[in-house]
């Protein structure tokens, strides 16, 4: 190849790069020569502590627990329980007054809502006892 092809192909290839590095510009069209810094993700909750305003909670029911075990809501939020085993169960305030599924089939959806009081309200499933768990409502 001659010296002319090798610089036409230089810069053919410059124009390339150039024409692919500006696919990454802003696009408000003024360059920019830091990129936007991305502010890092915020860190969910622990999941046997999860607060939630008002507006839905979801707790499932899987290998045999609750999952939040230890829910936390504004009073009157709706709380979804969905229950991934193949045995029935419930979700019950041990109170037997507060809130109660009744039963819960393999793979039914269930809505409560919770207490308006504040207050700690431990639950269980009364097809298994020793499924535990406290919704605690601020």
């Known amino acids: 190849m001659g010296n002319h092809a090798r610089t ?3 810069v053919i290839a410059a124009a390339l790069f150039a024409a692919a590095a500006g696919g990454c510009s ?5 360059s920019s020569s830091s ?3 991305t502010p890092p993700p915020s860190v969910p909750p622990a ?3 999860v607060s939630s305003p008002v507006g839905k909670v979801l707790i499932t029911i899987k290998d045999f627990t609750f999952e ?15 229950n991934k085993d ?15 599924t009744g039963k819960v089939a393999s793979g039914q959806t269930v809505t409560f ?13 009364t097809v298994h006892p020793y499924m535990k768990g406290t919704l605690t409502v601020r």
């Not at 802003?26 to 003024?30: K, L, Q």
């Open 68 to 82: 939040p075990t230890r829910p936390a809501v504004a009073p009157g939020t709706l709380i979804t329980v969905v």
């Open 47 to 49: 999941p046997s502590a």
């Open 35 to 37: 990129p936007t810094a």
């Open 113 to 125: 809502t919770a207490p308006d009081k504040a207050g700690s309200y431990p639950f269980i499933c």
């Open 86 to 100: 193949p045995e029935t169960h419930t979700l019950t305030a041990t109170d037997g007054k507060a809130f109660d």
């Open 8 to 10: 036409a192909a230089a």
């Open 26 to 30: 802003n696009s408000s069209g003024g």
